[in-house]
């Protein structure tokens, strides 16, 4: 059985920092971009940032413009973690976040659609 599984989400003042991690188990994920989605209160779920193999040992990364700069995804294949770092919290980062796996090279940041598993979500609460 494959799962994702979040955890590291709580509740932090703005300007702190929390790491989420996504343990994966089931299947090896080395092949399969990974990304952050979040989705806050009556809003659609959103990407936050991916990361795919781009050859030898180096990965792609991406991120959403509302977070460049402050959050800063990365994997450990070995471990079949995936891992989100986020600095400098604002309240407007407030959402539950979840992890998703693409059997696919690439990952695409428009749409929720093609991620072939996802977890369960972990809430990140940002006061003012």
């Known amino acids: 059985q494959v799962q994702l599984v979040e955890s590291g989400g709580g509740l932090v003042q703005a300007g702190g920092s929390l790491r989420l991690s996504c343990a994966a188990s089931?299947?090896?994920?080395?092949?399969?971009?990974m990304c952050w989605f979040r989705q806050a209160p009556g809003k659609e779920r959103e990407f936050v940032a991916g990361?795919?193999?781009?050859?030898?040992?180096?990965?792609?990364?991406d991120y959403a413009d509302s977070v460049k700069g402050r959050f800063t995804i990365s994997r450990d294949d070995a471990k079949n973690s995936l891992y989100l770092q986020m600095n400098s919290l604002k309240p407007e980062d407030t959402a539950v976040y979840y992890c998703?796996?693409?059997?696919?090279?690439?990952?695409?940041?428009?749409?929720?659609?093609?991620?072939?598993?996802w977890g369960q979500g972990t809430q990140v609460t940002v006061s003012p």
């Open positions: 998703a796996a693409r059997k696919s090279e690439n990952f695409d940041k428009s749409t929720t659609l093609g991620y072939n598993y």
């Open positions: 089931g299947r090896t994920f080395s092949s399969y971009s």
């Open positions: 990361t795919r193999w781009s050859g030898g040992s180096t990965y792609y990364a």
